[in-house]
């Protein structure tokens, strides 16, 4: 098993940054590869970023390339999305999600989730 719990969500205006972490707990953080998604209610849950477990190679929906980032540290077991310039429809709650195996960007992919937080992002 392994335990994903998320923080930095809040309230922002457009425009403005907002850095989630995600830390793991449970089994070797380093064998996992992990990604960042989003859902809104009424919504199918979309994919925001991925990492490989090494961090060598990343992943972004089209809608957030050049304005997000995400990063691992797995001496810290944590994995990050830094989010600059956000939108009001980025609006949603954001979460961490982790797999073994080959990279994904399908959410039904992964094996493990954290409880998400929320970002809502104000006109």
């Known amino acids: 098993q392994v335990q994903l719990i998320e923080s930095g969500g809040g309230l922002v205006q457009a425009g403005d940054s907002l850095r989630l972490s995600c830390v793991a707990s449970?089994?070797?953080?380093?064998?996992?590869?992990m990604g960042w998604f989003r859902q809104t209610p009424g919504k199918e849950r979309e994919f925001v970023a991925a990492?490989?477990?090494?961090?060598?190679?990343?992943y972004y929906a089209d809608s957030v390339k050049g304005r997000f980032t995400i990063s691992r540290d797995n001496a810290k077991n944590t994995v990050y999305l830094q989010m600059n310039s956000l939108k009001p429809e980025e609006t949603a709650v954001y979460y961490c999600?982790?797999?073994?195996?080959?990279?994904?960007?399908?959410?039904?992919?992964?094996?493990?989730w954290g409880q998400g937080t929320q970002v809502t992002v104000s006109s």
């Open positions: 990492i490989r477990w090494s961090g060598d190679s990343t």
């Open positions: 999600a982790a797999k073994a195996g080959s990279i994904n960007t399908a959410s039904r992919a992964y094996n493990y």
């Open positions: 449970g089994r070797t953080f380093s064998n996992y590869n």
